[in-house]
């Protein structure tokens, strides 16, 4: 009942959001222009029926099933990622005018425009583009024997309605090939049920790694039945980490591995399940979200690998992420503990990035501080 009251909390701040982005558009881009009458009235209630349908149609794809709301959710999530670029150079444009007095609305707009038509469609190619992101981490305890101990982490795949199982099956691809001793998916890989995507998840199955494949649950997943999803991914061979650890050896020396759930409807678990650990074995943290990382420093946890910022996804969020250190992405220290958050391999909301390449990250554990 909490989940579904704060879903519905999510729908209203987008149809919000959507109502005032829109409303900004019309004033700026048909209103202070001066376009003749008639297409001044064909501009105003295009801008009232698009407002008006973007809300139903995401609202229509959380009951549909991905493989029918796809048709609909696509052109509507590419419009809103659109809509959200031309905001954003309106509002810089504004921002010129007040302090320079220049340009004219006109002027202005078609601006707006040309900018927003080549941004969006340059977003739209990087939303379909997955690098890989080599990172060496150093850790000061790393017993020799684990030096080059490689994680690929993938995050926030975002497995729905856009992307289905053409995308799973280039991922498990592109993992394979990077020959990893452990794979570790760290939440948000889903967006429906399990009933509705297993065979675009499928592919997973195949993924292999000497010292095991790990997942720890996002925020998505208890939108659309954590239990279960879980319950499947066991059952393709994929170990679910809910607030547990495991330890990993290699030439005779080990490392532990933790994961904890990202459930908002329970307390933090990390003590927990870190109670009793040999400290002078070193520990590395998957948890969706960074700001686990206050509670990480406090246990000793030498690495966190997270995801679930996007890296912003879309600028200009990429660029507004930089102030907010816990979240934006990248490989930082906090005390003795280093936080990798990934800018994620899918996306979420519009199939576009931009300033936030999606990744698939080769992590590279090295014995040395």
């Known amino acids: 009942m909490a989940r579904r009251g704060s879903l519905a909390v999510v729908l209203s701040v987008v149809a919000l959001a959507v109502a005032i982005g829109h409303a900004y558009l019309?004033?700026?881009?048909?209103?202070?222009?001066?376009?003749?009458?008639?297409?001044?009235?064909?501009?105003?209630w295009a801008t009232i029926g698009i407002a008006v349908a973007t809300p139903l149609a995401v609202l229509a794809g959380r009951v549909v099933a991905p493989r029918w709301s796809r048709w609909w959710l696509t052109p509507t999530y590419l419009w809103i990622g659109t809509a959200t670029l031309a905001c954003a150079a309106l509002l810089a444009v504004d921002l010129l005018r007040a302090v320079l007095g220049a340009p004219t609305p006109r002027a202005g707009a078609l601006a707006v425009v040309l900018f927003t038509l080549v941004a969006a469609a340059w977003a739209s190619v990087e939303g379909r583009r997955v690098r890989v992101v080599r990172v060496e981490v150093p850790i000061a305890r790393l017993p020799r024997a684990l030096d080059g101990l490689t994680i690929v982490q993938l995050s926030d795949l975002h497995v729905g309605p856009i992307l289905g199982r053409r995308f799973v099956e280039r991922v498990v691809a592109t993992t394979q090939a990077l020959a990893p001793d452990v794979v570790a998916i760290t939440g948000d890989l889903v967006d429906?049920?399990?009933?509705?995507?297993?065979?675009?998840?499928?592919?997973?199955?195949?993924?292999?790694a000497p010292l095991?494949?790990?997942?720890?649950?996002?925020?998505?997943?208890?939108?659309?039945?954590?239990?279960?999803?879980?319950?499947?991914?066991?059952?393709?061979?994929?170990?679910?980490?809910?607030?547990?650890?495991?330890?990993?050896?290699?030439?005779?020396?080990?490392?532990?591995?933790?994961?904890i759930d990202?459930?908002?409807g329970a307390p933090p678990q990390l003590a927990a399940v870190l109670a009793g650990r040999d400290r002078e074995v070193p520990l590395v943290l998957l948890?969706?979200?960074?700001?686990?990382?206050?509670a990480a420093g406090r246990e000793g946890v030498d690495l966190q690998l997270s995801g679930h910022s996007h890296g912003g996804?879309?600028?200009?969020?990429?660029?507004?992420?930089?102030?907010?250190?816990?979240?934006?992405?990248?490989?930082?220290?906090f005390g003795a503990t280093q936080l990798y958050v990934s800018c994620g391999t899918g996306h979420s909301g519009p199939p576009m990035r931009l300033g936030a390449?999606?990744?698939?990250?080769?992590?590279?554990?090295?014995?040395?501080g």
């Open 262 to 264: 990202d459930d908002e």
């Open 287 to 294: 948890a969706h979200r960074p700001h686990v990382i206050r």
């Open 192 to 208: 429906a049920p399990v009933a509705e995507l297993d065979a675009d998840v499928a592919a997973l199955a195949r993924l292999r």
């Open 357 to 368: 390449p999606a990744e698939i990250t080769q992590i590279v554990l090295r014995a040395h």
């Open 313 to 333: 996804q879309l600028w200009p969020l990429p660029w507004l992420l930089r102030l907010d250190r816990l979240g934006r992405a990248g490989l930082r220290r």
């Open 26 to 44: 019309w004033r700026r881009l048909v209103h202070d222009v001066g376009w003749p009458p008639s297409w001044s009235r064909a501009l105003t």
């Open 212 to 259: 095991g494949c790990y997942f720890v649950t996002g925020n998505h997943e208890f939108h659309v039945d954590a239990d279960a999803w879980c319950d499947h991914l066991g059952r393709l061979g994929v170990r679910v980490l809910r607030n547990a650890r495991v330890t990993l050896a290699r030439g005779g020396a080990s490392l532990e591995l933790a994961g």
